[in-house]
């Protein structure tokens, strides 16, 4: 089954405390992206990447990391959470052209305290 | 940063009832023009999408309305059902591979 997996679904954390959410598709995209859901916002992008050892920063990437070491994976790294980085997180993969489908995971509901 | 408007934030319907989400973007210079529904606990999911050279698409009960001039683009839900509860996002992209999201609908279908 063609999906993108997310880990951990849910995650409370401590202000700090480095984190790592993880992000795999089986589908052989070249394209993949971190979003943040926000109430009101929508789905911002965090950081994206065109294929192996390529990222760049989206539209908020302040207090994240992102690598892509191997084709399926694409790790988000929070080095120092801060409250204002709770929030719902998506990761989503597509070929790399123009218009096509997007598939996102599940989701990790992140909070920090 | 090019955006995507999107109204209402959120919407009500009775079954049956047609259901209409707008969305007006800023630049031409967009060739795709994706909607995504999200249910509760899960990530979006494509439901339609239109490109630019055609007014309108039609899959099923969703239609894509498309005004080039206006710079507008807008769902249409026909005959509303409550399995349609969901969040709805419009969203635009050109020939890179970013997608740009509009802030999102939450649509309710009451029996």
């Known amino acids: 089954e063609a999906q993108v997996t997310q880990n951990p679904r849910y995650l409370i954390t401590v202000t700090g405390k480095k984190l790592t959410v993880t992000c795999s598709q089986n589908m052989n995209h070249e394209y993949m992206s971190w979003y943040r859901q926000d109430p009101g916002l929508g789905l911002r992008q965090i950081y994206y990447?065109?294929?192996?050892?390529?990222?760049d920063k989206g539209d908020v990437p302040e207090g994240y990391k992102v690598s892509r070491k191997e084709k399926r994976n694409f790790p988000l790294i929070l080095e120092s959470p801060s409250p204002n980085q709770t929030s719902l997180y998506f990761c989503a993969s597509s070929r790399r052209t123009g218009g096509n489908e997007a598939f996102f995971g599940q989701g990790t509901r992140l909070t920090v305290v | 940063q090019q955006q995507v408007k999107q109204s209402p934030q959120s919407l009500i319907v009775q079954k049956g009832g047609i259901s209409i989400i707008n969305c007006a973007y800023e630049n031409t210079a967009f060739d795709y023009f994706p909607w995504y529904q999200q249910f509760p606990g899960k990530g979006p999911a494509l439901l339609i999408a239109?490109?630019?050279?055609?007014s309108e698409k039609k899959e099923g009960r969703f239609t894509i309305s498309f005004n080039k001039s206006a710079k507008q683009f807008s769902l249409h839900i026909m005959d509303s059902q409550p399995g349609d509860s969901a969040t709805y996002f419009c969203a635009r992209s050109d020939s890179s591979y970013k997608l740009i999201f509009g802030s999102g609908t939450r649509l309710l279908v009451r029996p």
């Open positions: 239109i490109r630019p050279d055609v």
């Open positions: 990447s065109m294929n192996v050892e390529v990222t």
